[in-house]
């Protein structure tokens, strides 16, 4: 399995309040991804990046900003939290050669917004 | 939005029996893949099948492609218990950001 690893797994806080959540691989991937989840709406792309300082918006990206300052690094960042964000978050990688390939997954930030 | 639909939304069979799953798209595709995922757990890449095949198998699953309605099938033969779980498709409209589009799923409930 590809090591990505997702942090925290889960994360109470108070609406307004700043929340980071951190996707760490270890297989070297070039794409990286991050992807909410919610009933009825399957995963939606929020961000996305295809290289160390490359990033751009999915179909979800209100609210939110990333980073990616190291290849192993994704971070989600939302700057003040509402509750229209408690959601279930998953990171994924790809490889990256040619056109899109298998995702990899971690196994999600379970967020909730009071 | 260019996220698929997936239908049914939930099906429920008995062991053994065979489930088929369909996903509907939007515009061209450069491929369309299939994953799983067990409650609370992340998702699982199942199979890729790229826009110039029709058909891809592994193990007891088979997907088909149809270009021409934008739609795929997933069938999962001589199902068990285990295969329990959310299915779903996502497409690559191609582009050289890589990034997939997911539907939004087929909970499959196999009971023994």
């Known amino acids: 399995d590809a090591g990505i690893t997702q942090s925290p797994r889960h994360k109470v806080t108070e609406t307004g309040t700043p929340v980071t959540l951190r996707c760490h691989q270890t297989e070297n991937h070039r794409y990286m991804y991050w992807y909410r989840q919610d009933p009825g709406h399957g995963l939606r792309l929020i961000h996305y990046?295809?290289?160390?300082?490359?990033?751009d918006k999915g179909e979800v990206s209100d609210g939110y900003s990333v980073s990616r300052s190291k290849t192993e690094d994704f971070l989600l960042t939302l700057e003040s939290a509402t509750s229209s964000q408690t959601s279930v978050y998953f990171c994924?990688?790809?490889?990256?050669?040619?056109?899109?390939?298998?995702?990899?997954f971690g196994e999600g930030s379970r967020l909730t917004v009071l | 939005s260019q996220q698929g639909e997936e239908d049914p939304q939930a099906l429920s069979i008995q062991e053994g029996e065979n489930a088929t799953m369909n996903c509907s798209y939007k515009t061209s595709i450069n491929n369309l893949q299939w994953y799983r995922q067990n409650s609370g757990r992340g998702l699982v890449h199942l199979i890729l099948i790229r826009s110039n095949e029709r058909e891809k198998h592994s193990g007891r699953l088979r997907v088909t492609l149809d270009t021409s309605k934008k739609s795929s099938s997933l069938l999962i033969t001589a199902s068990r218990a285990a295969d329990t779980a959310s299915y779903f498709c996502a497409t690559d409209y191609g582009g050289a950001t890589n990034k997939l589009i997911f539907g939004t799923g087929t909970l499959l409930a196999v009971q023994p």
């Open positions: 990046s295809y290289g160390v300082k490359d990033t």
């Open positions: 994924a990688t790809q490889a990256g050669t040619g056109s899109a390939g298998e995702l990899f």
